[in-house]
C-alpha cells in the first residue's frame, strides 16, 4: 500500500515543476539602453530557473548592474535573445552576470542562444 502511494506521488511530482517561457518584458525590463533592468531581470530569470524553461530576451539592450543583481540560472534552462545584456558602466568589481545563485545545487542542462553580453564598461 505505501509503495502504491509513493508511486503516484513520483508521477504527479513533474506536473509540479513544468517548465514556463518568461519574456523579460513582462517583468518590467525596458531593453532601451538606459534603464537600469537588473530587478527585471533578476526577478525574471529566478522565475524560470526556479521550474526550469525558457528566458527570453526581445531585440533591444538591456543595462544590467551585476553588483547588484544578475541573471539566474537553473537547470533545465534555456536563454534565449536576440537581445544584447550591457553592463552598466561605473558598477565597480562584479563576480558575474549570468550564473546560478550563491548555495543553490548543481545545475544541468543550461542553452543560452542568440545573446549578446557585453561586459565592456569601459567601451574599449
Do not use: C, W
Request: glycine share 12%.
Amino acid at each position: 500500500m505505501k509503495i502504491r502511494k509513493m508511486a503516484s506521488l513520483l508521477l504527479l511530482t513533474p506536473a509540479l515543476y513544468a517548465s514556463i517561457n518568461v519574456n523579460v518584458l513582462s517583468y518590467g525590463a525596458k531593453g532601451d539602453g538606459v534603464t537600469d533592468d537588473t530587478t527585471a531581470i533578476e526577478n525574471a530569470s529566478t522565475a524560470v530557473a526556479k521550474g526550469g524553461g525558457q528566458l527570453y530576451f526581445p531585440a533591444g539592450t538591456y543595462m544590467i548592474n551585476p553588483s547588484k543583481g544578475h541573471v539566474v540560472l537553473g537547470s533545465n534552462m534555456t536563454v534565449v535573445g536576440p537581445g544584447a545584456i550591457k553592463v552598466e558602466p561605473g558598477t565597480g568589481n562584479f563576480t558575474y552576470v549570468i550564473g546560478p545563485n550563491v548555495g543553490d545545487q548543481e545545475i544541468s542542462n543550461v542553452t543560452i542562444e542568440n545573446l549578446t553580453v557585453d561586459e565592456n564598461v569601459l567601451n574599449n
